[in-house]
């Protein structure tokens, strides 16, 4: 009888950790701000990776779907049943939790817009943080689905164009004309609410 390969879940694991930081910014940006008061995204990622590591056969199937794209759709699964665990739960109400920071709202997801913003609106603008934040809500929820998609997953997944081409299923060119394009008409929003210019 062929004896198991224990060597395989250790390479396994060992090219899941290539993928920790990019998780983690995954995971602060979906992290439910309720759930993110009993579970840090470092909580999510080290469960996502462990999940991983139970499912090598998930992995070495179909090969021709990126490693990162797999990892993405367990930690998806993993927030999902975080949130059923914890925000739908009989216990204490996580959502009447509160807790208390210097600035009022300092979630990763809101300083991830806020870093965003800050590259999108320029020295000029004389809009503070929370303005910046505001506005960049406002101009996002003008624009297509398409177009905030493209840009969460490059701006905040990390993702290439030929990955982002993989995940929306289109052609990496098109990936990139559709990124270039939406970066153009959330600046021209941008300039319609405020002074900013290009």
Request: glycine share 4%; charged share 30%.
């Amino acid at each position: 009888m062929p004896q198991p390969d224990t060597e395989q879940p250790d390479l396994w694991a060992g090219r899941f950790l290539e993928y920790r930081e990019r998780l983690l910014a995954l995971a602060r940006r979906n992290l439910n701000p309720f759930l993110a008061r009993r579970v840090s995204p470092e909580d999510v990622v080290q469960d996502t990776l462990s999940a991983a590591c139970g499912k090598i056969d998930f992995f070495e199937n179909k090969p021709e779907i990126p490693v990162y794209f797999k990892l993405r759709l367990l930690l998806f699964q993993t927030v999902a049943a975080l949130e059923r665990r914890h925000l739908q739960c009989r216990k204490r109400d996580a959502c009447k939790e509160v807790e208390v920071t210097e600035d009022g709202d300092c979630s990763a997801a809101r300083l991830n817009w806020n870093r965003f913003a800050d590259t999108v609106t320029g020295p000029l603008t004389r809009l503070d943080r929370l303005d910046r934040y505001a506005l960049l809500q406002k101009a996002l929820g003008s624009l297509s689905e398409n177009d905030r998609q493209i840009l969460e997953l490059r701006h905040f997944d990390g993702m290439s164009n030929s990955e982002c081409a993989e995940v929306l299923h289109i052609d990496p060119k098109a990936a990139s004309i559709r990124h270039v394009r939406a970066l153009q008409r959330l600046q021209k929003q941008l300039t319609e609410f405020t002074e900013f210019r290009p």
